[in-house]
C-alpha cells in the first residue's frame, strides 16, 4: 500500500512556471535567432562516488531547461580516470536521477564509448602542429607552468616535429613507455594569462584497467580534452557547468576550433549549491562512508540522492528546493532550514496524519472501566477529511503519552499535563492528573488520572478553557515501533571551510537518535516499507527499508518546525 497522495509528475518535474534567469534568457535569444532550433543538455556525472543534493541542483537544470524548451538532456557518464571509477556508481547514478523524476530516453552516453575518436582527434591536433608529446615528468612540467604573475618556460620537447610526435603518441599507445613518462601536450601559448591555456596535458599514461574498457587503453584523455569533444560529438546545444571550470572555457573553445568541428557547444557556468551543515563533495563523502562515519552512501543522514531517498525526502521536495533556490552566478551557503521548508512544503498536503508516541510514559485513567474500548474516528487529514478518509483510533484505560508532555513540577507556561491540572486528548476525552507511580529510585513510571465523560471528543461540556492538547496511543491497542530520529550531520554550519580544522572533527556527534520503544496507532499494522505519515506534533516519517510488520522502523523525515533555529538562539 502506498499511502501517499501524489501530485501529477508533469506538473513537479518543470524547472519552474518559468521563473526567469541568464541560462534561459542565452537559450531563448539562440532559439529566436536561429541559432539553434532544439535546445540539447546533458549532466556530465563522473562515475567516482554517489550524487549528491549538489547534484540535484544541476540535473534539475539540464534536464529541466531540455524538457522546458522540448528539447533533450542526455545523460553521459565523464569516465575517463579508470582509477576512481566503478560500476556500483554508474548504476546508482541511473538509479538517483530516475528517482528524481528525470529521464534520458535513449540518450545514455560514456566518455569512454569516445576513446578511438578523442584518439583520433589527437593525432589530428598533433598532424596540426597543436599538440606535442612531452617527455618532461609531472614535477618538470608543473614546475614550469609560472605563476598569475609569472609565465611559464617553454619545455625542450616542445618542438618536436610532426613525424617525430606521432611516431611517440603511437607508441604511448602501444603501451611501450612507462606510466608518467610522457604526455601529450597542447601547443598553446606558455605566457598566456590564463595558466589553463599554458600547454595543458591531453593524454597521459596510467595502465590500470577501465570498467568498460577493461585493458584496452593505456592512454588516457584528460578531462578538458574529452568534455568538450564529448559535447561536440553528442550535438550539444548547451553545455551547463559550475564555475570552477570558467578559466577552463578557453581551452573548451580553442579545442574545438583547432579541430574545427562543426558543433561547437556553448559553455556556460553557474554557481554551485552550498548547502548549511553538510558538504557536497564527493571525495569528503567517500572518506565519511570508508571510514564509517555513516552507515553507508544511503545513511539517511548523508546528502546524497540515495540518503535522502532512504531518509524520506520525496523526488517533488528536491525539485521544489532546486526551482526555489535558483540559479545564479553568485557562489552562496544556502540554509538547511530553506531545504527543510521545501520538504514540509510539498509533505503537507500530501502524508497522512496519525499518532505515534516516541517516547511513551503510561497513563492510567483510574475511573475508567478496566475492558472498554471506545473508537474515535479520525481523519487522515483534518483539514481536507474526504482526501483519505478516516480510521477508528481505539481507546482504553492504559494510554500511552510522550514523556515531555509531562512535568511532575511544571516549569511557567507548561501547558500540558502536570498533577492537578487538566489537558485534552486529541479527539478522545479530557483528563486530569491526580497521582504518579515512582520506582524506587524516584522515577516516574505511570501517571494517574481521571477522565471527564462529558468531554466525548475533546471538548468540555461546560465550555471550559482546555489550553494543551496531546496525542496517546492506547497502550494494549498500539503497536511497538523503532524510530530513527536525524539532525544535521554536521555541527559545523560551513564544514571543511576553516583552515586546520579536520571536517571530520566537524560531524555533530548527535546526528542520529534511535528510539526502539516508541508506540504507533493500531492502524499502522499493514504499514509498508516507503510508506509516509505524518505523527502529530512529531514531524514526518517514513517506514524504513528494513520495516517489515514485525519490527517497524520510521525514519523521521524532519520535524514539523524548524526547531534548530530557537536552538541556536538560546
Ligand atoms: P564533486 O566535487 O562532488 O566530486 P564534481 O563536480 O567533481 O563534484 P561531477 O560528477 O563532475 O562532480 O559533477 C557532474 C555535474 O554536476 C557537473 O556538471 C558539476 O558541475 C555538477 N555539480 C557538481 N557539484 C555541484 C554542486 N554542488 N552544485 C551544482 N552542480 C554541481
Ligand atoms: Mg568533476
Not at 486528548?425 to 462529558?454: F, Q, S
Request: one cysteine or more; aromatic letters at 10%.
Amino acid at each position: 500500500m502506498s499511502n501517499e497522495v501524489n501530485s501529477t509528475p508533469e506538473e513537479a518535474v518543470s524547472t519552474s512556471p518559468h521563473a526567469t534567469n541568464f541560462i534561459r534568457n542565452i537559450i531563448e535569444e539562440d532559439l529566436a535567432s536561429g541559432k539553434h532550433t532544439t535546445v540539447v543538455t546533458r549532466f556530465p556525472p563522473e562515475p567516482n562516488g554517489y550524487l549528491h543534493i549538489g547534484h540535484a541542483k544541476a540535473i534539475c537544470l539540464d534536464f529541466g531547461l531540455a524538457k522546458d524548451y522540448g528539447g533533450r538532456c542526455h545523460l553521459r557518464m565523464d569516465d575517463t580516470n579508470p582509477e576512481k571509477e566503478d560500476n556500483e556508481y554508474i548504476n546508482s547514478i541511473q538509479q538517483d536521477v530516475k528517482w528524481l523524476g528525470f529521464d534520458w530516453g535513449e540518450n545514455m552516453f560514456f566518455a569512454s564509448s569516445y576513446f578511438e575518436q578523442l584518439y583520433q582527434f589527437a593525432e589530428e591536433l598533433i598532424r596540426k602542429g597543436k599538440a606535442y608529446v612531452d617527455d618532461s615528468s609531472a614535477e618538470e612540467i608543473r614546475a614550469a607552468r609560472g605563476t598569475l604573475t609569472e609565465p611559464g618556460q617553454e619545455s625542450p620537447y616542445r618542438n618536436r616535429s610532426v613525424e617525430e610526435n606521432l611516431d611517440l603518441f603511437r607508441r604511448m599507445r602501444a603501451g611501450e613507455f612507462e606510466d608518467g613518462s610522457r604526455v601529450l601536450r597542447a601547443k598553446i601559448d606558455m605566457a598566456h594569462p590564463n595558466i589553463v591555456m599554458r600547454d595543458p596535458t591531453l593524454y597521459r599514461i596510467r595502465r590500470k584497467a577501465h570498467a568498460r574498457t577493461g585493458n584496452a587503453w593505456v592512454i588516457y584523455p584528460m578531462y578538458d580534452f574529452t568534455h568538450c569533444l564529448s559535447d561536440s560529438i553528442e550535438g550539444i546545444t548547451h553545455s551547463l557547468c559550475t564555475l570552477e571550470f570558467e578559466n577552463n572555457r578557453p581551452l573548451y573553445d580553442w579545442v574545438l576550433e583547432q579541430l574545427d568541428r562543426p558543433c561547437r557547444p556553448r559553455q556556460i557556468e553557474f554557481a554551485r549549491l552550498n548547502l548549511e551543515s553538510t558538504i557536497v563533495s564527493k571525495r569528503k563523502l567517500l572518506q565519511l562512508v570508508r571510514d564509517h562515519h555513516v552507515n553507508g552512501w544511503d545513511d539517511p543522514r548523508m546528502p546524497t540522492l540515495a540518503g535522502m531517498r532512504r531518509r524520506g525526502y520525496t523526488p517533488e521536495s528536491i525539485r521544489l528546493f532546486c526551482e526555489r533556490i535558483g540559479i545564479s552566478k553568485a557562489e552562496t551557503w544556502i540554509a538547511w532550514s530553506e531545504f527543510e521548508k521545501a520538504v514540509r512544503d510539498d509533505l503537507n498536503p500530501k502524508v497522512p496524519r496519525v499518532m505515534g508516541v516516541l517516547r511513551p510514559l503510561k497513563v492510567i485513567i483510574d475511573n475508567y472501566p478496566e475492558d472498554k474500548t471506545e473508537y474515535f474516528e479520525a481523519p487522515y487529514f483534518p483539514d481536507d477529511p474526504p482526501k483519505m478518509g478516516e480510521r477508528q483510533v481505539p481507546f482504553t484505560k492504559e494510554i500511552y503519552i510522550e514523556q515531555d508532555d509531562f512535568m511532575e513540577e511544571p516549569i511557567p507556561k507548561f501547558f500540558r499535563l502536570a498533577p492537578g491540572k487538566e489537558v485534552r486528548l486529541r479527539r478522545a476525552y479530557i483528563v486530569k492528573c491526580v497521582g504518579v507511580d515512582k520506582d524506587e529510585n524516584g522515577n516516574i513510571t505511570a501517571v494517574h488520572c481521571t477522565y471527564d465523560p462529558e468531554s466525548r471528543g475533546g471538548n468540555p461540556a461546560d465550555g471550559r478553557k482546555i489550553k494543551g492538547t496531546l496525542h496517546w496511543v492506547s497502550a494494549k491497542d498500539s503497536l511497538k515501533a523503532e524510530v530513527r530520529l536525524y539532525d544535521r550531520l554536521f555541527a559545523a554550519e560551513h564544514p571543511a571551510c576553516t583552515e586546520g580544522v579536520d571536517f571530520i572533527d566537524e560531524l555533530n556527534p548527535n546526528s542520529l537518535e534511535v528510539l526502539s520503544e516508541a508506540r504507533v496507532e493500531a492502524s499502522m499494522a499493514n504499514t509498508q516499507a516507503g510508506d509516509r505519515f505524518q505523527f502529530e506534533r512529531q514531524g514526518y516519517f517514513m517506514a524504513d527499508q528494513d520495516s517489515t510488520a514485525d519490527h517497524l522502523i520510521f525514519n523521521r523525515i524532519v520535524t514539523l518546525k524548524d526547531t534548530w533555529a530557537k536552538i541556536n538562539k538560546k
